[in-house]
């Protein structure tokens, strides 16, 4: 990804033609393509955002949040958080590549998606979300005055997940096309804003841009699949295409 503080145009370039890429290697229609195909795409896209996701978490708690008073850890913290800043979209990107095509060749059929369903859990990482967005929001706008977004981050990645994972497991079949559209738009539209803010975006202000992008991809899904799943009951003739 483009370095920080780097003006020069070879970064931007580079970004741009690394995410067309992977997309002209992820997307490209195989021989054998057809609906059974695109359910893997997407299962595994939707499988890929959350083990990415966890991952990252796990890693920025480890060695960026000060829990772990271990010489090696505090050696790399700095590292692991710069390798994680500047490539968490190519990770997505390689882990949804490595899912899809694990399916595919092992001749797998959609898996049978799991949903989180412990509601106290899911209640808790909803509100937690709620409050630490509003907090960024607040922090970053110097409406509060109390510094410590480092932390809010670390816990507002692992309750967006689980608010991405929740769901009731006996409407499994009946939400999975919404919540499978939801994620490919969210994808999609977050890796498109991406490329945008690349070439418009510089110095510590794009440091910002990818700080965030580490939890946009759930952040953007959530609006949109309630908007898509309240559409649907709105009009119950209208179903989601996949398509």
């Known amino acids: 990804m483009a370095a920080i503080g780097d003006h020069n145009m070879t970064d ?46 796990a890693l920025l708690i480890v060695f960026n949040s000060g829990l772990f008073q271990i010489d090696f850890i505090q050696q790399y913290d ?57 907090y960024i929001l607040g922090a970053s706008l110097d409406l509060i005055k109390i510094k410590a977004l480092d932390y809010a981050i670390f816990i507002l990645l692992p309750a967006i997940l689980i608010w991405v994972g929740s769901g009731d497991q006996t409407k499994g079949e009946l939400i999975e096309p919404i919540r499978l ?3 490919l738009i969210s994808v999609g539209f977050n890796y498109s804003l991406f490329i945008v803010l690349t070439w418009a975006v510089y110095g510590i202000n794009y440091l910002a841009v990818q700080y965030i992008s580490m939890a946009s991809v759930p952040l953007l899904f959530i609006p949109l699949f309630y908007w898509l799943k309240s559409r649907q009951k709105s009009q119950p003739g209208v179903t989601v295409s996949l398509s």
């Open 12 to 57: 931007e370039i580079a970004t741009t033609l690394l995410i067309f890429g992977l997309f002209f290697i992820g997307l490209s229609k195989l021989k054998n393509e057809n609906d059974q195909t695109l359910k893997l795409r997407l299962s595994a896209l939707f499988w890929a955002v959350l083990v990415e996701g966890v991952s990252e978490s």
């Open 78 to 134: 700095t590292p692991v958080l710069v390798f994680i800043n500047n490539n968490n979209l190519v990770i997505l990107f390689i882990t949804y590549l490595l899912r899809f095509y694990y399916l595919y060749y092992c001749n797998k059929q959609s898996p049978k998606p799991y949903y989180i369903s412990f509601r106290p859990l899911v209640l808790a990482a909803k509100a937690i979300t709620i409050i630490l967005l509003t």
């Open 181 to 183: 559209k939801a994620m």
